[in-house]
């Protein structure tokens, strides 16, 4: 999994709340069975002008020429709520999204992020706002940079939010690390809670 | 110590505490489709991973596979075959038990793993999909997670999860006639937002809810992940047993005493803390429809549309707005006028028999508005045969519905099938976000009955007593 340390990035806000994982990437977009070919599927209702179609519409915040490049989303609630598709972090991975900054997540795609070497930060709406506020008025001029390590957001200007991560989570991010290889080194934990378990509940065991 | 349901639940599976806040949690069944499960069976090959109880995993195809009478391989949905056959080899080469198409055992995932007795009460069962809390309705803890974690819990039986905190939602006192559990749901996410139940295991309880059979139940567990619990449950008592008995994977005999001795520990203990309790009176639940593109976005049919204007946070406001613009409505409009163009009776959440038994019951000796298009689709292959065995096909078809084999079908888009640009649906699905069931598509959720009804008037509608 890549690692993730520090990242210096354009944002872009997208300022509205239950943005879920449909819109992230359209069903109709994920053709193929494989996490990859996803990022032009990427917000591909808004993104583009018609459905199906790949002409750029002009008025979506990711297709305007400020906003090239951009790394870091800012959004309102419940952001990649709905359907637990991880195409929706790998489409925003492929994109080159690093990390989305909301108030709250849908908890799959929570874990979808961190799974996937994408950092969901929590940060207040009046934080959130702030941000959006200052970035907009030159987006690549007023970026962000997050160092994850200490757990902060600096702005180009110097001034910084602290927010807060789960201690493994951020650990498994910063190392890059696997979840299945770091659970498998456990497998004898896991044997030895299943024998006993056969015996206390021997009717979920199908063998 | 006097325990939650969820914390006995919790506890069961608990191997050990890894870090902060996350657990180790021993998963006993874990549910695929060819959507997203082929592309988990598919990580596990590459990464040369066995998976670790074969015998507890299963595959069924639902979300592509296509619901026309006769069906094969193909699909409308662009390269919708290549995912049929890859989940069809891997499902092979992995050796689990798959429910291709023309199994009788075929159908939505959260459908057969109740019906098959794969979901027992008390156990911990995992699927990549979001709804998979609807297993909450036996009793077990059931919840949706990304093909990643499905692939750890396949390769360790485990999985890595936060705890999350605990509520309560007690339905008080009596549902009114031609209120089902469709509306109960629809209300408490109107009322305390899709946000609501973040980082929480939600135990829907109550007198009401005791008196909802098990397939009711389901109905309300499946939409815990629109309220953004991290699951739903209920507590375990006689009608959950009773559901149990003679399904095919549940156990017989001295096992099956053994465990119903257990399945009967299966409640909140009295008294029991949990960190949030909301109470509802059913008293105020109505027939309940959603307006916007939000499953909070849902008032009673008689209501009228809500004004954006009358919101003081700026951010819901906007939604609304831009809500009401994707569904060509104006604030002001009495939800009963309306028009629709489809109906479409079928998913996770309302195609079991009783969902089609409620519907066919009004439909007897009604037509559907000429101006509707009204598709039926069964929640499984075995809810199919049920239902045709009394003859509640002939009602639907009768009354100008078309009766489908079973799967997912229009409860979303997969690039295949849909109603049409900006038309109008009213859906006993649950999600009505845009673009949902096609591209511009228009979706109104509401329970069984009220689509019936609806149908028939070709305006939103609930049924007459
Ligand atoms: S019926 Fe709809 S909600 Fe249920 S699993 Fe299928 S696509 Fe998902």
């Avoid at chain 1, 069903?27 to 996490?35: A, C």
């Avoid at chain 2, 939650?4 to 695929?32: A, P, V």
């Avoid at chain 2, 109505?286 to 209501?303: F, L, M, N, R, Y």
């Avoid at chain 2, 559907?368 to 078809?397: H, M, N, T």
Wanted: hydrophobic share 40%; with cysteine.
């Amino acid at each position: 999994m890549d690692k993730f340390d520090r990242h210096t990035g354009i944002a872009a806000a997208l300022l509205r709340p239950n943005i879920d994982t449909d819109t992230i990437i359209p069903s109709r977009e994920m053709t193929r069975v494989s996490r990859e070919g996803l990022k032009d599927g990427l917000f591909a209702a808004w993104r583009y002008t018609l459905p199906g179609s790949r002409e750029a519409n002009l008025n979506f915040i990711l297709n305007r020429p400020a906003y090239s490049n951009t790394s870091i989303i800012l959004s309102g609630d419940n952001f990649g709520c709905g359907s637990s598709r991880e195409h929706a972090v790998w489409a925003l991975k492929e994109y080159g999204i690093r990390a989305i900054i909301a108030p709250s997540f849908g908890s799959i795609f929570q874990s979808n992020c961190i799974r996937n070497g994408v950092l969901p930060i929590v940060l207040s709406n009046n934080m959130i706002k702030e941000m959006a506020d200052w970035v907009e008025k030159d987006p690549q001029h007023n970026y962000l940079i997050i160092a994850l390590p200490e757990q902060k957001i600096h702005w180009s200007t110097g001034k910084y939010f602290e927010f807060e991560l789960d201690e493994a989570e951020k650990n498994m991010l910063i190392k890059g690390l696997d979840a299945i290889s770091l659970t498998q080194v456990l497998d004898n934990k896991i044997d030895l809670f299943e024998q006993k378990d056969r015996l206390e509940r021997p009717w979920i065991y199908l063998d | 110590m006097l325990k939650t349901l969820f914390e006995k639940l919790w506890t069961l599976h608990e191997i050990s505490i890894i870090g902060n806040g996350e657990c180790l949690i021993f998963i006993d069944r874990m549910f695929l489709h060819e959507r997203t499960g082929s592309i988990a069976l598919k990580g596990l090959e590459d990464a040369a991973r066995a998976i670790k109880s074969p015998q507890h995993v299963f595959c069924t195809m639902d979300h592509i596979v296509d619901t026309t009478l006769g069906r094969g391989d193909e699909t409308l949905m662009p390269n919708g075959r290549d995912f049929i056959v890859a989940t069809r080899k891997s499902a092979q080469r992995a050796g689990i038990r798959l429910f291709d198409i023309g199994d009788q055992n075929q159908g939505i995932s959260h459908v057969v793993s109740a019906e098959l007795g794969i979901a027992l009460p008390g156990s911990t069962l995992i699927c990549p999909d979001s709804h998979t809390c609807t297993l909450g309705g036996l009793g077990a803890l059931a919840w949706g997670v990304g093909s990643t974690e499905a692939e750890h819990a396949m390769a360790t039986n485990t999985l890595r999860v936060k705890k999350p905190k605990t509520m309560r939602v007690d339905f008080r006192g009596k549902l009114s006639q031609g209120v089902t559990a469709k509306d109960m749901i629809l209300h408490l996410i109107s009322q305390e937002g899709t946000g609501g139940g973040a980082g929480y295991a939600v135990e829907f309880s109550g007198q009401t809810v005791r008196e909802l059979g098990i397939e009711a139940r389901f109905t309300l567990c499946n939409m815990a992940v629109e309220f953004s619990a991290f699951t739903g449950l209920v507590a375990v008592d006689q009608s959950t047993l009773d559901y149990i008995q003679d399904r095919t994977f549940a156990p017989k005999g001295n096992e099956l005493k053994q465990a119903i001795n257990h399945w009967n520990t299966l409640h909140t203990d009295i008294g029991a803390e949990f960190d949030r309790t909301i109470t509802i009176q059913c008293e105020e639940i109505k027939p309940t429809v959603t307006w916007g593109t939000s499953p909070q976005h849902a008032i009673s049919i008689e209501d009228e549309i809500p004004d954006p204007k009358r919101e003081t946070s700026s951010i819901t406001a906007n939604a609304m707005t831009r809500a009401l613009t994707y569904m060509d409505l104006s604030p002001g409009m009495p939800m009963t006028s309306v028009k629709l163009d489809a109906a479409f009776i079928g998913s996770c959440t309302n195609a079991r028999l009783s969902d089609l038994r409620a519907a066919a019951q009004y439909l007897q000796g009604k037509t559907v508005s000429p101006w509707v298009r009204a598709v039926c689709v069964p929640g499984s292959s075995q809810v199919k045969v049920a239902a045709e065995a009394e003859g509640l096909d002939k009602i639907f078809l009768a009354a100008g519905f078309e009766w489908r084999e079973s799967g997912c079908s229009m409860c979303f888009y997969a690039g295949g099938e849909t109603f049409g640009k900006q038309k109008r649906i009213i859906s006993t699905t649950n999600r009505n976000f845009e673009g949902r069931q096609g591209p511009e598509t228009r979706t109104h959720l509401a329970s069984p009955l009220t689509v019936a009804a609806s149908a028939c008037k070709g305006y939103i509608s609930a049924a007459e007593d």
